[in-house]
């Protein structure tokens, strides 16, 4: 286990080694349960008495113990929900990750470590999440940033907005796209969890990346296999995509503090669905959406189609016969 592990106990060491190599999460997610479980078990040696709350951000919890572990009750991890919420302002999104990380560790340590007779989280339920709906360009804006592309690296800058609006694709999977993954109007990319999907191209995506291969630098290549090159001919970081398409969103006129990659992956998925009639089980297929119900957001109802529906009311055009029913 790489260093920054070391300030936890070697069981739960054992647990990101599972999620990483078993399960399969990518290093940010383990990342984030180290995050999580270290910020809880620091709560847990505070709330023994077994250090103080203002030393909190310095404690090392490779101490505890496996009979620790099995002390711990549900009660405890109530005790450090409120704590998270009232004294770390975690909002129900930051509390309901942590209960996600304290479930599947709790799972593991009684069905595979088996150091717990009793998963004691089985039945903790997560808060429950604000309804948000997904922030996206219009029809109208993706055309005016496609438009407005320019500048020193416009055909690859236009062929990776063009993927990003098409296919819904994430950033990471738009940086780590090798040139082999493309075949025909196939792309192979490589999403969470190191899971492969096949992306099927439509023919705007085809013909821009046929435009930038035709310009794509071949010489002196630090990174023979990427698609997408930086000016130093080495892959494209995620940050330089990042820049580019804020960039090209100030040409457009719209707003780059709104907008981002991620934000242009829910501009795909709402345009298929409201314009192309896409199932909502396809649509999650084509996202790479483990669940359902992380697809479901797109096929929110926007404005436009309940001032339809009001408009399509039978009563809509009904006006009352004068000097009938008294003066209105």
Request: charged content about 30%.
């Amino acid at each position: 286990m790489s260093a920054p592990y070391q300030d936890m106990p070697q069981t739960i060491r054992n647990f990101f080694s599972y999620m990483s190599n078993i399960k399969g999460k990518s290093d940010k997610t383990v990342h984030e349960y180290y995050y999580d479980l270290r910020t809880f078990f620091r709560f847990m040696k505070c709330s023994r008495g077994l250090a103080d709350f203002e030393n909190f951000d310095e404690l090392d919890c490779s101490d505890i113990s496996d009979d620790f572990i099995r002390s711990i009750t549900l009660d405890d991890i109530y005790e450090f929900l409120t704590y998270a919420n009232r004294i770390r302002d975690n909002g129900p999104i930051a509390r309901a990750r942590k209960v996600s990380c304290l479930k599947s560790c709790f799972n593991y340590l009684s069905t595979k470590a088996r150091i717990l007779d009793v998963n004691i989280t089985k039945e903790l339920e997560a808060p429950k999440q604000p309804e948000r709906l997904p922030t996206y360009l219009t029809l109208d804006e993706s055309k005016r940033l496609l438009d407005a592309v320019d500048g020193e690296f416009k055909v690859r800058d236009y062929c990776m907005i063009t993927l990003f609006l098409n296919c819904g694709m994430r950033l990471s999977e738009l940086v780590g796209i090798n040139v082999n993954d493309v075949k025909g109007d196939r792309l192979t990319v490589v999403g969470k969890g190191n899971k492969q999907r096949t992306v099927y191209l439509n023919k705007s995506c085809v013909d821009a990346i046929n435009d930038y291969l035709a310009v794509r630098p071949k010489d002196n290549l630090k990174d023979r296999n990427a698609l997408f090159l930086s000016k130093q001919k080495s892959r494209i970081s995620a940050n330089m995509v990042y820049k580019m398409v804020q960039k090209n969103l100030l040409r457009a006129g719209l707003d780059p503090e709104k907008y981002s990659p991620h934000k242009l992956r829910h501009t795909a998925a709402t345009l298929m669905y409201k314009y192309g009639n896409v199932d909502v089980r396809a649509l999650q297929e084509i996202l790479g959406h483990e669940q359902l119900s992380t697809t479901q957001i797109y096929t929110h109802v926007d404005e436009d189609e309940l001032r339809d529906a009001i408009d399509r009311n039978p009563l809509a055009d009904f006006r009352p016969r004068s000097g009938e029913n008294g003066d209105l």
